[in-house]
């Protein structure tokens, strides 16, 4: 897996125990002795308001077709996680370019870097 890759993964619930399997982004490669990656949250539950952290995924646009969403769904680069990478259940498809540069930049600026 790479960074840029989108991967059905076991996330955790932010308000309880346990994990779902849900779409999300890798933003690191694979890093220690049992290794993990930094993932973000997709969701297909669109947001009233979209917040600075996120950006719409549209898999009917050209741009995000090699997503392999089924529809419409929203990268939450303000849900983090580090997981296990046997957490990672298959890989859907890849974010473009140009997508995958928005996100660099608007992590950097949720992060603050």
Known sequence: MQPGEIY???FPFGDKPGM???PVLVLT???G???EVAVAYIS???PETLLPSDIEIDPTQTQHEKTHLKKTSVLRLHKLATIHVSSLAR???TLDDRTRAQAGGKLRNFLRL
Do not use: D, E, Q, T
Request: aromatic residues 0%.
């Open 8 to 10: 059905l993964a076991r």
């Open 20 to 22: 779902k399997l849900r």
């Open 29 to 31: 490669p694979p890093v």
């Open 33 to 35: 002795p049992v290794p």
């Open 44 to 46: 297909s539950v669109l």
């Open 91 to 93: 890989k859907l498809g």
